[in-house]
């Protein structure tokens, strides 16, 4: 089975500043997906950016961007002027090319400090 | 477009009870995903229904059943309560004929079992 790690259980960052939330994967398959999620305390989970693993180019929304690296499995992401409603869980999340099922990590809780 | 709706919002059972949570989905959407997310975890896909079936399941064991109605609302089973199954059971939906990852989340039951 697919495993996501996030190994950053808690982040800050300071207002306007850049952050960057690390993720990583283990998957023998080539092609799949790969999600970052956000899930403020209204419980509510928000797609904030997608990457599909046959792309090279890596994903940008906005203030959001993700660095892929394939071949090491990573998937970070990264926010860029940091604002006070970034502040939330975000979930690294895999998804195969075929299957229904999306693979969630356990999180990182990011704190934006004013 | 009131969303994804997840009814109740909270509910206290007792271990060896059963429990039936409910999910509309957004309107339009006729594809719905359950999943489980234990304190300090990410979301644990359960099932996905559509077309009234059981697409495909998630690494739980049967004491989780499901159902989808005609209108495509959806309702989650847990029989015979466990002190584990507390957690924060989110639905999900999408619709068939739209991109797999334009799924929208509803805000959740928070289940406690004592």
């Known amino acids: 089975a697919q495993t996501v790690t996030q190994s950053q259980p808690e982040m800050s960052v300071q207002e306007a500043e850049t952050v960057t939330l690390s993720c990583t994967y283990d998957t023998s398959e080539s092609d799949y997906y790969l999600f970052w999620y956000k899930q403020p305390p209204s419980r509510q989970m928000i797609l904030v950016i997608r990457q599909e693993a046959y792309k090279q180019q890596n994903a940008t929304e906005n203030r959001f961007s993700v660095n892929f690296q394939k071949a090491a499995k990573s998937f970070s992401l990264k926010i860029s002027d940091s604002q006070l409603g970034d502040a939330a869980m975000y979930f690294c999340?895999?998804?195969?090319?075929?299957?229904?099922?999306?693979?969630f990590g356990t999180g990182t809780s990011l704190t934006v400090i004013p | 477009d009131a969303g994804v709706t997840q009814s109740p919002t909270h509910l206290i059972k007792t271990r060896g009870q059963q429990v039936t949570l409910r999910c509309s989905p957004k309107s339009g959407h006729d594809t719905v995903s359950w999943y489980q997310q234990a304190l300090g975890q990410g979301p644990q896909f359960i099932f996905q229904y559509y077309e009234e079936e059981e697409r495909q399941r998630g690494n739980f064991p049967d004491r989780f059943s499901g159902h989808q109605f005609p209108n495509y609302s959806s309702e989650l089973n847990v029989n015979a309560l466990l002190l584990g199954d507390s957690a924060l059971y989110l639905c999900?939906?999408?619709?068939?004929?739209?991109?797999?990852?334009?799924?929208?989340f509803g805000p959740g039951t928070r289940l406690t079992v004592t």
């Open positions: 999340a895999y998804r195969s090319f075929t299957g229904n099922q999306f693979y």
């Open positions: 999900a939906s999408r619709g068939s004929g739209q991109p797999f990852y334009e799924q929208y």
